[in-house]
């Protein structure tokens, strides 16, 4: 430190107090007290002048150095994983926690095959080793013997077994066996005469008709037709929902619908008589279903011939039976009565009167009869 005089004192002066001492340097007495030393070194005494820069502590705290500043810090130990730190007065108990860890990585040398480990692995619980050991020969790899439990025979004997030398007696059939000694059994040609019944399992027949097997083997429908010996027609084989038939010769059919059939392949089938629609007593409008025949009109009638409803070459034949005159309305496009040229919005048909309508198209229609 810097000198400081304190006071001058002749030469060998003595001390002034317990807590003074006197020094002497150039000549002159100097008094030095424990103050001025405290001040000096600092309180407490730092790291820079050789003191640790600490007053108090706790249990278990120690000095670390820390580079900040050059200094001395007061720390406690930190416990890890599996690890327990008891702090005492003047002391520092440090024990391990838990039964003891997992050994999750072992190095070894050589393949699954009769593994090597470089080392001394010591466990105080079980090492379980995971993955798949594959290819480990039971020849050259395994010694001992394979108890049944774990797939093996539990013997080290190699002969077994042997149904020709080493069983004797009769097999029974609910242990896999026939059940009888004999090596001969039911011949099917040989032994077994007769006809065997459906009912057993057979055919209840001897043989097969001519072509039948063929059929069976190859079921196309000249094979059957070559197994059957009561068949008209040739060709293939027909079933009842839209078959194709070429030229069939259908004979007398006891029913059936030939609306969409034609005559000629252009023409529908026609009849030879024309049938009735039946008698209307009312306003009625003429209906496709009326092409080709006949509408009876009675007391109280009368017709409508409708716009675009039939086609070129409809006809349809209308009567009056009642005892006065039947009014027929052309709501169709055009209306002519046959042999005039003027186009008609209604026509009267006469008492006992019949009219023919001829739809040249489905806008014209031509009239003739007893109308006017």
Do not use: H
Not at 178 to 184: E, I, L, N, V
Not at 333 to 349: E, H, N, R, V
Request: glycine share 16%.
């Amino acid at each position: 430190m810097a000198d400081t005089k304190i006071s001058a004192l002749s030469s060998g002066a003595p001390a002034q107090g317990t807590d003074e001492t006197v020094i002497a340097r150039g000549g002159a007495n100097y008094k030095l007290t424990v103050a001025n030393i405290a001040a000096y070194l600092g309180s407490p005494i730092t790291v820079a002048n050789g003191g640790t820069g600490q007053s108090s502590y706790t249990n278990g705290q120690l000095l670390i150095g820390n580079t900040t500043g050059n200094t001395l810090t007061k720390a406690t130990l930190t416990a890890g994983s599996g690890i327990s730190i008891t702090n005492g007065s003047g002391s520092i108990t440090i024990a391990a926690t838990g039964s003891g860890g997992t050994v999750t990585s072992v190095n070894g040398t050589g393949t699954v095959n009769g593994i090597t480990l470089t080392g001394t692995v010591t466990s105080s619980g079980d090492l379980t080793l995971g993955g798949t050991l594959s290819n480990v020969s039971l020849t050259t790899q395994v010694t001992g013997t394979l108890p049944i439990a774990n797939g093996g025979t539990g013997s080290t004997s190699t002969t077994y077994c042997n149904l020709a030398s080493n069983v004797t007696g009769t097999l029974p059939i609910a242990n896999g066996g026939t059940g009888s000694t004999s090596t001969t059994y039911c011949n099917l040609t040989s032994n077994v005469t007769g006809t065997l019944p459906v009912a057993n399992g057979g055919t209840g027949i001897t043989s097969l008709g001519t072509g039948v097997a063929t059929w069976l083997g190859t079921p196309s429908s000249a094979n059957l037709a070559a197994a059957v010996t009561d068949e008209t027609g040739t060709g293939a084989l027909v079933f009842a929902n839209t078959p194709t038939l070429v030229t069939p010769v259908l004979g007398t059919p006891t029913s059936g619908n030939l609306n969409s059939c034609t005559a000629d392949g252009t023409n529908k089938v026609g009849y030879r008589n024309i049938p009735a629609v039946g008698t209307k007593t009312g306003s009625y409008t003429l209906a496709v279903g009326d092409v080709g025949k006949y509408v009876q009109v009675g007391s109280g009638g009368s017709i409508t011939i409708p716009d675009a409803t039939f086609a070129e070459g409809d006809v349809i034949s209308i009567f009056n039976n009642t005892t006065g005159n039947v009014t027929i309305t052309c709501s169709i496009t055009t209306a002519y009565i046959a042999g005039t040229d003027t186009d008609k919005a209604t026509m009267t048909l006469a008492t006992r009167g019949v009219a023919t309508v001829l739809f040249i198209s489905g806008t014209v229609c031509v009239v003739s009869g007893n109308v006017s």
